[in-house]
């Protein structure tokens, strides 16, 4: 069983920065791949990011790519999620995810633990 909290969110300034935290229990995480998916309200969860169990390799939706960077402190089980530039559009709660079994993908139904969400607000 891996439990994962979220942190880090709030209100931030078009162009601003922001870093989220998803800490984990369990020294099982540290095997696993990890991602970060964002839902909006009355819209479907989506795919933000994803990092191997090592850190070795990373992915990312396109609409994040080069603003975004995921990384994780295995030491220290906990994975992050660098957001710069931000946009309105990326106003959302954001989840972390872990998926135990099988390749990294985009599709949320795939993972198997999730944390409770940080609100993350893009707003002038």
């Known amino acids: 069983q891996v439990q994962l909290v979220e942190s880090g969110g709030g209100l931030v300034q078009p162009g601003g920065s922001l870093r989220l935290s998803c800490a984990a229990s369990?020294?099982?995480?540290?095997?696993?791949?990890t991602a970060w998916f964002r839902q909006a309200p009355g819209k479907e969860r989506k795919f933000v990011a994803a990092v191997n169990w090592s850190g070795g390799n990373t992915y990312y939706a396109d609409s994040v790519k080069g603003r975004f960077a995921i990384s994780r402190d295995n030491a220290k089980n906990t994975v992050y999620l660098q957001m710069d530039s931000l946009k309105p559009e990326d106003t959302a709660v954001y989840y972390c995810a872990v998926l135990r079994t099988g390749p990294v993908g985009s599709n949320w139904q795939q993972y198997d633990y999730w944390g409770q969400g940080t609100q993350v607000t893009v707003s002038s």
């Open positions: 369990g020294r099982t995480f540290r095997s696993y791949a």
